[in-house]
């Protein structure tokens, strides 16, 4: 579930004398260009167009199918049912942690206590501890606190906060002002009774309060008052202003709109929604960094089942050539010679070469998975050692390729991001459309005004005047000769929106062949998986039969026999690398599968919830991803 919150631009109501045109501004806020709407119209054919092209051949009444196997491999083998069962214990990686007497039920439990055995020292020169790991407890730790997710969680944080800014252009702007002059201002008089000079003195005190709105429409509103105060004093003998002191008031309400290039909400708002188009293509990145997380982190799991099962075939077959080799030397009173003695213990010496550099995998992988998952009980720089507790499934699995493309068309944030480019493309096209168009914009201003020996009468009286100070209409026309600029511009952003639209198909045609190719490796890596148990198990049975005809033979057996044997270990040994790596690409492949169809939350039952910039402040990461139950 992906839930953000997408704001609008709100609308204030003036009152007062505001009310005069009030009419005109919601006529003009409700006027939108016709080419957005034709836009979008163009955009949802054409992602219709290209997904119907995709899946035009696979038709839309195709049932799914189910991974099949060649199932006639062990009768080719031709192997008793009994010594099928015998080959099958001696494998089982669980087997080999098993005492005496001991139930095979009780062998994960063997499991993590004798693997130090194998494991040796940790990196302090201490015992190696070992913790079991579940595949979804790895999950779920890696979605909860990887600190490359950490960090892509904020950015749609940024991106709601670049949205408010965007929104905030067309808030309310309060202004007010208080100025108080005083003026000495001399001049000649009249020469009579010795007044050669005289001096006009005054006083005054101006109050200016404002508010004014950017309109969606592209204009603006201003709304203003005005107080002035003013006290006129002369040293001559001419009249002086009655009354003085005096007080005048004054509201002014004005508008602004352009009537061609900037009309419109769709050029006022291209901001706004280019904001949103770009907090939602975060939201996408950031489901795309949890979508390859949760791949990864499956991935670097499969690489600790690998690394574990290597190092338990690695002492299995060391433990097998160390038994031959010592049969070998026995028989250097009999007929092995220093030669056949010397191969055994370097092959044998090679097995343990092998053995110590599985450990070193098998830690590594660990490590590897401790850093995808980043838990406070597991830090990298500890020294536990993780080891698997679960194996990869080995069941078949039902698929569809139409479904899946279908799916992913659905859930693939990579498409969500292609469609916020065409978006983008498409309201810079309408922009650019727009600014080809003349500058056409008018100007209305009207001014209430009164005046009075008191300031509080002023004011009163501005309630029942008839007298308008001032009323302005005005328009103002400007046209570039040639209009080059603006014809270039809007080329380049048609362009543009054709470059956004062959990129969707692009990344269409991409996601396709990744569901293709997941698919492919589905269908033929569940078809190896079998195969390479067929071989496995004749391997197995090729060294239990040269070990049972070793015990059996009347007149013992040779060293060059014995040399067979040590190959056939090897053989083995191989054989059963094959099958785990095998059976791991099909655990894989399911992974990929369901990361191209951009369904790998939804399989570990994983909420993906955005939380806004103030959750995200307040470290309340709990609330980014809500963790189904196991159930």
């Known amino acids: 579930m992906q839930t953000h919150r997408i704001r609008g631009v709100g609308s204030q109501r003036v009152n007062g004398v505001g009310v005069l045109f009030a009419g005109l501004s919601l006529f003009l806020a409700g006027c939108d260009s016709p080419i957005r709407a034709r836009s979008e119209s163009e955009l949802r054919a054409s992602i219709a167009r290209s997904l119907d092209r995709e899946l035009a051949e696979a038709g839309a009444d195709v049932e799914p199918l189910l991974t099949t196997r060649d199932e006639g491999g062990l009768e080719r083998l031709e192997l008793r049912e009994d010594l099928l069962e ?85 808030d309310w702007v309060f202004t007010t ?24 003195a005054s006083q005054s005190i101006n109050s200016t309060t404002s508010l004014r709105r950017p309109l969606t429409t592209g204009g603006e509103l201003s709304i203003a008052q005005e107080f002035v105060y003013s006290d006129i004093r002369s040293s001559g003998f001419g009249p002086l202003p009655s009354p003085n002191p005096g007080s005048t008031a004054s509201y002014t309400i004005g508008i602004d709109q352009p009537l061609l290039r900037g009309f419109g909400s769709d050029v006022a708002l291209a901001q706004v929604r280019l904001a949103r188009n770009e907090e939602r293509r975060q939201i996408a990145a950031l489901k795309t960094t949890l979508l390859d997380l949760v791949t990864s982190t499956e991935n670097a799991y499969w690489d600790l089942v690998a690394s574990h099962r290597e190092l338990i075939i690695s002492a299995r077959v060391l433990e097998r050539g160390e038994t031959v080799r010592d049969e070998i030397k026995v028989r250097r009173v009999l007929d092995a010679i220093q030669a056949q003695v010397a191969d055994a213990v370097a092959t044998t010496e090679r097995r343990r070469g092998e053995l110590i550099t599985a450990r070193r995998e098998l830690r590594r992988a660990s490590d590897a998975l401790k850093r995808l998952m980043n838990d406070p009980e597991l830090p990298v720089g500890s020294e536990i050692m993780l080891i698997p507790a ?46 080809r168009l003349p500058s056409l914009d008018l100007r209305a201003e009207v001014t209430l005004i009164s005046f009075d020996e008191n300031l509080g009468n002023a004011i009163s009286d501005l309630d029942e005047t008839e007298f308008l100070d001032e009323f302005l209409l005005g328009a103002v026309f400007e046209q570039p000769i040639g209009n080059r600029a603006a014809e270039a511009g809007y080329r380049r952003a048609r362009l543009q929106r054709m470059l956004s639209v062959v990129s969707y198909r692009d990344t269409l045609q991409g996601i396709v062949l990744e569901i293709k190719d997941a698919i492919d490796d589905l269908v033929t890596s569940y078809e190896l998986a079998e195969q390479a148990r067929i071989s496995r198990i004749a391997a197995g049975e090729a060294l239990r039969s040269l070990q049972v005809e070793k ?52 399989r570990n039952r994983i909420d993906f919830v955005v939380p806004d910039t103030n959750q995200v402040l307040e470290g309340n990461s709990a609330l980014d991803y809500r963790l189904g139950d196991d159930g």
Do not use: C
């Not at 950490?150 to 408010?164: C, F, G, H, M, N």
């Not at 894989?588 to 939350?601: C, F």
């Open 177 to 200: 002002s208080v100025a108080w002059q005083d003026t000495d201002t001399p001049g000649s008089g009249a020469g009579f009774l010795g007044l050669d000079e005289t001096v006009q």
């Open 390 to 435: 679960d194996d990869g499934v080995d069941e078949p699995i039902r698929y569809s390729l139409v479904d899946a493309i279908r799916t992913a068309s659905n859930e693939r944030p990579e498409l969500d991001s292609a469609v916020l480019d065409i978006d983008d493309a498409s309201i810079g096209t309408v922009v650019a459309a727009n600014n």
């Open 551 to 602: 015990r059996l033979t009347e007149r013992g057996f040779t060293v060059e026999r014995l040399d067979v044997e040590l190959n056939t270990q090897d053989a083995l040994a191989e054989a059963e690398r094959t099958e785990v790596f095998a059976l791991l690409a099909y655990n894989r492949s399911i992974a990929a599968l369901h990361r191209a169809m951009g369904t790998s939350l939804q």
């Open 86 to 170: 015998e080959v099958e214990r001696d494998y089982n990686p669980d087997r080999y942690f098993l005492e005496e007497g001991e139930l095979e039920a009780e062998a994960p439990e063997r499991r993590v206590s004798q693997i130090d055995e194998l494991v040796g020292k940790d990196l302090l020169g201490r015992d190696q501890r070992v913790v079991s790991l579940g595949l979804q407890r790895a999950i779920r730790s890696a979605v909860a606190n990887n600190l490359t997710t950490q960090a892509a969680r904020l950015t749609p944080a940024i991106a709601e906060a670049s949205v408010v800014e965007a929104e905030a252009a067309f």
